[in-house]
């Protein structure tokens, strides 16, 4: 059974390779028969030819009965090497003379000659002739010979061979030259076929051949491969579509759910944040409302009300500057001023919470001013988140360590506590916004997570550098806050910045308090009638403009979003009012950021406040109004 190759070509070597053997087998076949027949003949001849020479010579040696001289003609036998055996009879069969050749063993003569004819017997041939003298038939001749037709078969079957492999050679060699031609173009068709399934790349074609009907298999196919590549772009687009659409809309899905989870987080953590200072504040106006306050001590109930206020403040400011800097609405105003003062601020600030939790402070820093181009408020800012983060995640009783160093390129300061530490993952995270180590209910100091990030923040808006670092937890904290320094902030500082005069005593003045809050405007009225000023209050802005024309006031404190009329209106009403022309407008609103401020100074307002407001801030405006008013 033929086991046929899978490729073309193979089957085309093969189908050459077969035929060449068939048909050399066939006419070596014939060949070799031919050569039997014809080595047969030319040997029989042969043989009868030397039997008629023998019976001609040895005719006279049966006549006169002379087997001596018969046997010296057979003896002439030895010259033919293929002559076996040779022997005479006379007519009645005995014999006569004879012949052998002593070194074939097998080449006796036999008693009484075979019949007359061509006796083939294996590799022997034996030809017996009458001798017929006269139409007299006087004796027998035979001779045996060798028949040696399978050891010339033999060697003719070995040429045969080695020809046979030398034409199925030629014929390999020639088939695969010729294949070429035929199935080339077929394997270079599939090989594209291949590649396009394989790459899936439809700009791929099939060459022109030299074969007419390959030619139109080839454009058909090249055709189709590239209305395929059409179709397939087009899918390959609209899938490419659909993909990035699904993709925006898992990222905004899942974004949305982070959002909405950070929201939850933030809202649950800011309630939870305003309420810690809202407890003590409703406690203490309890404590002072009690009839018998007996071992109560006002002052320091006081003193803890005004603790929470502030604290709730800062949580509110540092919201309100997350907010400015995620919308680039906050405005640095620099000035040549002293990083030592507005660490000492900060220390000041936050100084009373690190006694209250029992911590030891140590500074290390230079007693030099150490002067910078910035924000004064703001630096105070950062120095103050810094040092509450590290009293606030410090256990009662640690070390917090503050230590500055300044060279030409700036101003370092490390800030080292022995507090809880922070994890390596959670280092690369610390300054994202809401971010918090523990967010477990069990933590022992809560927060909304924008301390950090706000000075981070603060710092980069002022060129500058905050980095964290932990050996990891219950190890302790260390921020590194950088800051550059400016030649020309030293130069002012070393040609020696004025400090402020003290404010003189205010005097008393006509003051008009309009806020739609009610307990706000009763309050701040309260304040300044202790101050020692003639106040009126209006809780809308119609009631406010009546009085004022009325009242004629010197110093009006005005809320902005109230009934009837607004605070902008109202300052422009006042403004254009030729009584109340000059009158100083302070405008007191719980919008903060920098364009409520520059609205607030197109309506005329000379100051902006933002609630709540502290007592020493209106206490400065009377005084500056007072110094405007005094004599010289």
Known sequence: MIVWPQSLQGRVILVVLLATFVALAVAMTALGIYDARTYRQALTTDLSTQAEILARTNVPALMFNDPKAANESLALMHDRADILSAALYRPNGELFARYSRPDVPDAAVRAAPERVGVHIDGDRISLVKPIVEQHERVGTVMLRARYGLGERLSNYLVILVAVMLASLCVAFLVSSFLQARITMPIQLFTGV??????????????????????????????????????????LAASNQSLHNETLERRGAENALRVADRHKDEFLATLAHELRNPLAPLFNGVALLKMPARAGVEPDKILDMMQRQVRQMIRLI??????????????????????????????????????????????????????????????????????????????????????????????????????????????????????????????????????????????????????????????????????????????????????????????????????????????????????????????????????????????????????????????????????ACAHCVLVAVTGWGQLKDREDARGAGFDHHLVKPVEAKEVTAILAAVGSAARPR
């Open 317 to 578: 400011d540092d919201l309100l500057d997350v907010s400015r800097i995620a919308t680039n609405k906050l405005v640095l105003r620099t000035a040549p001023m002293d990083l030592m003062a507005a660490l000492h601020a900060a220390l000041e600030t936050v100084g009373p919470y690190i006694r209250e939790r029992g911590h030891v402070l140590e500074l290390v820093a230079p007693q030099a001013p150490i002067a910078l181009q910035a924000d004064a408020t703001r630096v105070v800012q950062i120095f103050a988140n810094l040092l509450h983060n590290a009293a606030k995640f410090t256990a009662p009783g640690g070390r917090i360590v503050v230590r500055v160093e300044h060279d030409a390129d700036g101003a370092t300061t490390t800030i080292t506590d022995s507090g809880i530490g922070i994890e390596a993952p959670m280092l690369a995270r610390v300054f994202g916004l809401f971010e918090q180590a523990d967010r477990s209910l069990e933590r022992p100091q809560a927060g909304l997570g924008v301390g950090l990030s706000l000075a981070r923040r603060l710092a980069e808006l002022h060129d500058g550098t905050l980095d964290a670092r932990s050996a990891g937890r219950g190890h302790g904290s260390t921020f590194v806050l950088h800051l550059p320094a400016l030649a020309a902030a030293s130069a002012a500082l070393e040609a020696g910045v004025p400090l402020p005069e003290a404010s003189p005593p205010a005097m008393p003045q006509r003051v008009l308090v309009v806020d739609d809050n009610e307990d706000f405007a009763s309050s701040l009225a309260a304040i300044l009638r202790e101050l020692g000023n003639d106040v009126r209050v209006a809780n809308d802005g119609a009631d406010g403009l009546a009085q004022a024309l009325d009242f004629v006031p010197g110093v009006a404190f005005l809320d902005i979003g109230m009934p009837k009329i607004n605070g902008y209106d109202l300052a422009i009403a006042l403004r254009d009012a030729p």
């Open 193 to 234: 076929v291949r590649r396009v399934m394989k790459q899936r790349d439809f700009s791929l074609r099939v060459a022109q051949t030299d074969t007419r009907e390959l030619d139109v298999l080839v454009d058909a196919f090249n055709d189709m491969l590239a209305e395929v590549g059409r179709q397939t772009e087009a």
